[in-house]
């Protein structure tokens, strides 16, 4: 099978949604479905051995025009803003889709990594709208849509007419089959992620990330990332070292001897669909967590698969803690990147088929 997978962007490029892509073209070989890549122009003719293409945005024509004839099926990554950074409402896109629609018979199946959400306090409440229009257009034009948390999931069944995956993002840094105990690993802390979701930890959080390294008796805080040039060298006392940016293997090998990782969170009901939540469950260490009031969803509890930062008051047993690290590994195995990539190549492959059947 040939799949074309759209995608903003792709490695080198630091991008959640493309290294997400990638890893899942790779898998997908496996299964003999061969992936072609559409994206953005970014100054490299392919990806690994993967042919890419640009993405025409000039007309909904030239869109379909540029779709290489041996292509089954399309794979659709979408969030708002990486396809029209300055509103995030991106209708080029519903009307390219929809003139390969008119024009070919090629199932459309769409991972919506993000999907649009309503924040009075953000300065851009006003667009919400028209980024809502978009989103909800593509997903009635998708003939299979695909979500990484129960919230998208619960949301889209409330209007489509279809069945829905929903597959928690696997981690991008890594996995580990079986996880070094935590009792043999250092005493450190990580703090990973994006500089924005890092810099709220320190500075909204700072109090939840002391008291989480002083009931796990942490001895290090590790950040890693790109530089917040943080003016410190120790945190509540707590040794502090600043890493920056670091490839992927070396990454994961930090975390495969760490003892637990920080996420800054404003919604536990989306956890799913965080990345870095998922790389920590990946490697086995305690994932800690910075907001304790809204609910949780997509098979995790509180207490069980992670902790929240400043809820604990008085210190937890190795067992405890490694008790924790292995629920939220299991969790983790259950959509882990070989899960998800069987789940892909079986709902591409029955969509080709339902089309053939259908033709």
Known sequence: MNLLQLCPRLPPAIDGMGDYAFMLANGLRQHDIYTHFMTFKQGNEAVGDFPIRD???????????????????????????????????????????????????????IVFHEFPSFYLWKKTFYRFPWQQQVAWKLATLADRAVTNNAVTKTLLSKRLQQLILNLPVFSNIGELNNPTPLAQRRKRLVVFGTAGRRARIYQRSQPMLINSCQLLGIEEICDVGPSL?????????????????????????????????????????????????????????????????????????????????????????????????????????????TNTVKAFASELTQLITSKLLID
């Open 55 to 109: 993405l025409p945005t000039d007309s909904p024509q030239a869109f379909v025009d540029d779709i290489p004839s041996e292509i089954q099926a399309v794979l659709l990554h979408y969030s708002d803003y990486p396809y029209d950074p300055q509103f995030g409402a991106p209708f080029w896109l519903v009307k390219a889709l929809e003139a390969l629609q008119r024009q070919r018979s090629i199932p459309l199946l």
């Open 229 to 337: 040039a943080l003016d410190q060298s120790a945190i509540g006392g707590i040794s502090l070292v600043q890493k920056g940016e670091q490839s992927a293997a070396a990454i994961s090998q930090l975390l495969a001897d760490s003892l637990a990782g920080i996420v800054y969170s404003t919604d536990n009901g989306r956890l799913a669909k965080s990345g870095v939540f998922a790389t920590y469950c990946a490697h086995g260490l305690v994932p800690i967590v910075t907001q304790e009031q809204s609910p949780v969803m997509d098979g995790l509890q509180a207490h069980t698969h992670f902790l929240f930062g400043g809820l604990q008051a008085q210190a937890l047993s190795m067992e405890r803690l490694q008790a924790i690290a292995l629920d939220a590994h299991q969790w983790y195995n259950q959509h882990n990147q």
